[in-house]
């Protein structure tokens, strides 16, 4: 009770259209999540009308303007307890939920913590800045640091699907390390697991770090839950 066995034996296959906005094969994202069955922690009895009711209750976005680079190269994680809860109340304030008559969030940001901060964040202002000349305005962005509940982690974490799907491109800022990111390949995975491929695939948009060439569809398709962290 509370986990909950999963088999990969046979995945859900994803593709992914040449002339879709990002720019690799997902073939393999769903079948090598892993060869063998999985513990995976689940919460027992969720209803999943109230989850969905709460998820889009929840849900927040950052305008482009509260965006700093001192977020992405810097965490409250290295502070004391009294200042590191400060830190977290500071940066929640940062994101608003939702106006009203506000459905959609313009950019969910997916990226490796590991990855370099002033990298992920160049590539972000490029993405937000080619998105202002397309439609006159600055993105809005669902971004973890700033509008997940710290002090409700676990809440944050069972809305993260329906935050996912609440926005109109998933923008991945691609380095290194993001093929090996068990949360960034969770991210990905459920963009393609509720939508047909090729609807899913036109959601996701690749922005490699500047000085960064990642061979990201052989790293999909060599990606293994257990060789990821």
């Known amino acids: 009770e509370g986990s909950r066995l999963v ?8 593709s992914v259209s040449p002339n879709s906005v990002v720019p690799f094969a997902a073939e393999e994202a769903a079948s090598t999540l892993s060869d063998a069955p999985v513990w995976i922690p689940t919460t027992a009895n969720v209803d999943a009308a109230e989850l969905l009711h709460n998820a889009k209750k929840t849900l927040r976005c950052i305008e482009w303007q509260n965006v700093t680079l001192d977020l992405f190269t810097t965490s409250p994680r ?7 809860e400060a830190k977290q109340t500071k940066i929640y304030a940062l994101s608003r939920p939702l106006k009203s008559g506000e459905n959609r969030v313009d950019l969910f940001v997916s990226h490796s913590w590991s990855d370099d901060g002033n990298s992920r964040f160049r590539a972000l202002q490029k ?3 080619a998105f202002k000349h397309a439609h006159g305005r600055f993105p809005t962005l669902w971004l973890d640091v700033t509008c997940f509940d710290q002090k409700d982690l676990s809440s944050s974490l069972k809305a993260l699907p329906v935050n996912i799907q609440a926005c ?3 923008l991945v800022l691609c380095g290194p390390t993001y093929c090996s990111r068990l949360w960034c390949i969770w ?4 963009v393609f697991v509720f939508a047909q491929n090729n609807l899913a695939a036109k959601r996701v948009q690749l922005e490699e770090l500047e000085g960064e060439h990642v061979d990201a569809p052989s790293l999909l398709m060599q990606f293994h839950l257990q060789g990821c962290h």
Request: charged share 30%; glycine share 0%.
């Open 78 to 84: 290295d502070l004391d307890p009294a200042a590191k």
């Open 7 to 14: 088999s990969s034996q046979s995945p859900r296959k994803l």
């Open 187 to 190: 991210e990905l995975y459920t």
């Open 127 to 129: 993405a937000a800045t």
């Open 168 to 170: 109109d491109r998933i």
